[in-house]
T-cell receptor, first 115, second 113 residues
Framework: KNQVEQSPQSLIILEGKNCTLQ??????????LRWYKQDTGRGPVSLTI?????NTKSNGRYTATLDADTKQSSLHITASQLSDSASYIC??????????????FGTGTQLKVEL | DAGITQSPRHKVTETGTPVTLRCHQT?????MYWYRQDPGHGLRLIHY???????DKGEVSDGYSVSRSKTEDFLLTLESATSSQTSVYFC????????????FGQGTRLTVV
C-alpha cells in the first residue's frame, strides 16, 4: 500500500528561525514528490515538484531535498515569517492508468510561527 | 488563483438526501480530481477523470459517483448522504504530463446531519 509519513506532526518556532520538515514514503511506481502549503480554510498550493533525478529544489525561502534511494524528502524553511504558519503536506505521485498520476498525501506538518 | 471554482463552498444536508458538488475550470486541463480531507488523514482520492466521460475510482469511492460531460466541469454526487461523508471536499486540476502542477480549488465544507 502506498504511504507517505510526515514528521513532526506539529511544530512551533520563533519568527526568523529556520526549520526542517521530514517526509518518508513508500510509493511505487514513483513519478515525483511534491510539497504543498495549505493555509487554514484554503486549498493546498504547490511549493516544489521533484522528479527521481532531482536532489534539491528551491522556491524562495523553501528548499526541498529528495533522496530516492532511502525514499526520504525534507522541506527546509529559512528565516521563517508569520505568514509561513500553515500545514505543509508532502505528496508523492505514482503513475497510473490513463496517465493521471495518482497522488498519495501525507497528513501534513502543522507549523506555527510566533513572535 | 488558477481558474478553478468549487460550488457550493458550504452545505448542510440531511442524511439520506442526494448532494452534488461542482468543480468548474477555465484552464482546459485534461485531468480533474475529487478529494476529501478529514482530521488525521491526508487528502484521499475519491474519483478522478482523465478526459470527457473518462473517469476512474480512487481509494474512497464507495457512496460517491462522478460525471464529466464536458472538459470544464466535474461533478461529484453523493447519492444518499451519510454522516461519514461529512468532510471538506477539494477538487484539483492538472494538465497533461506526469510532472505538471496540480491546482486545488478552495474546498467545499459539507456537513451531513
Amino acid at each position: 500500500k502506498n504511504q507517505v509519513e510526515q514528521s513532526p506532526q506539529s511544530l512551533i518556532i520563533l519568527e526568523g528561525k529556520n526549520c526542517t520538515l521530514q517526509c518518508n514514503y513508500t510509493v511505487s511506481p514513483f513519478s515525483n514528490l511534491r510539497w504543498y502549503k495549505q493555509d487554514t480554510g484554503r486549498g493546498p498550493v504547490s511549493l516544489t515538484i521533484m522528479t527521481f533525478s532531482e536532489n534539491t529544489k528551491s522556491n524562495g525561502r523553501y528548499t526541498a531535498t529528495l533522496d530516492a534511494d532511502t525514499k526520504q524528502s525534507s522541506l527546509h524553511i529559512t528565516a521563517s515569517q508569520l505568514s509561513d504558519s500553515a500545514s505543509y503536506i508532502c505528496v508523492v505521485s505514482a503513475t497510473s492508468r490513463g496517465g493521471g498520476n495518482k497522488l498519495t498525501f501525507g497528513t501534513g506538518t502543522q507549523l506555527k510561527v510566533e513572535l | 488563483d488558477a481558474g478553478i471554482t468549487q460550488s457550493p463552498r458550504h452545505k448542510v444536508t440531511e442524511t439520506g438526501t442526494p448532494v452534488t458538488l461542482r468543480c468548474h475550470q477555465t484552464e482546459n486541463h485534461r485531468y480533474m480530481y475529487w478529494y476529501r480531507q478529514d482530521p488525521g488523514h491526508g487528502l484521499r482520492l475519491i474519483h478522478y477523470s482523465y478526459g470527457v466521460k473518462d473517469t476512474d475510482k480512487g481509494e474512497v469511492s464507495d457512496g460517491y459517483s462522478v460525471s464529466r460531460s464536458k472538459t470544464e466541469d466535474f461533478l461529484l454526487t453523493l447519492e444518499s448522504a451519510t454522516s461519514s461523508q461529512t468532510s471538506v471536499y477539494f477538487c484539483a486540476i492538472r494538465g497533461s504530463g506526469g510532472n505538471t502542477e496540480a491546482f486545488f480549488g478552495q474546498g467545499t465544507r459539507l456537513t451531513v446531519v
